[in-house]
């Protein structure tokens, strides 16, 4: 059974960081991503990576703050948020496929076959 699993979601000040993890199983993936959505607005793409390989992809308002990484033995993805905005609250998701995504085809929903149940990120100014 495919389970994304996420975890360390919190309520920080503007300006901190926050590390959030996504334990996944039951199958080997070839790109893994993270998707937000914030109350009343629609889902949207945060960043994703190749399980193998460096190819990564951000969205232009996170790139240079967050970073997408993996622990291949822990089967382990995380998203390193560094100088978090309030524009950042939101339910983080983790969403991973067996496909291995072209670059300009990573940041599509409808390409990830697996999704967590999304944990809250809640920045305050």
């Known amino acids: 059974q495919v389970q994304l699993v996420e975890s360390g979601g919190d309520l920080v000040q503007a300006g901190n960081s926050l590390r959030l993890s996504c334990a996944t199983s039951?199958?080997?993936?070839?790109?893994v991503g993270w998707f937000r959505q914030a109350p009343g607005k629609e889902r949207e793409f945060v960043c994703a990576l190749r399980w193998s390989g460096s190819t990564t992809r951000y969205v232009n308002s996170v790139r240079g703050r967050f970073t997408i990484s993996r622990d291949n033995p822990k089967k382990m993805v995380y998203l390193q948020m560094n100088s978090l905005k309030p524009e950042d609250t939101a339910v983080y998701y983790c969403?991973?496929?067996?496909?291995?995504?072209?670059?300009?085809?990573?940041?599509?929903?409808?390409?990830?076959?697996?999704w967590g149940q999304g944990t809250q990120v809640t920045v305050s100014s």
């Open positions: 039951g199958r080997s993936f070839g790109t």
């Open positions: 969403a991973a496929t067996t496909r291995n995504l072209i670059w300009s085809s990573m940041d599509l929903m409808g390409e990830y076959d697996h």
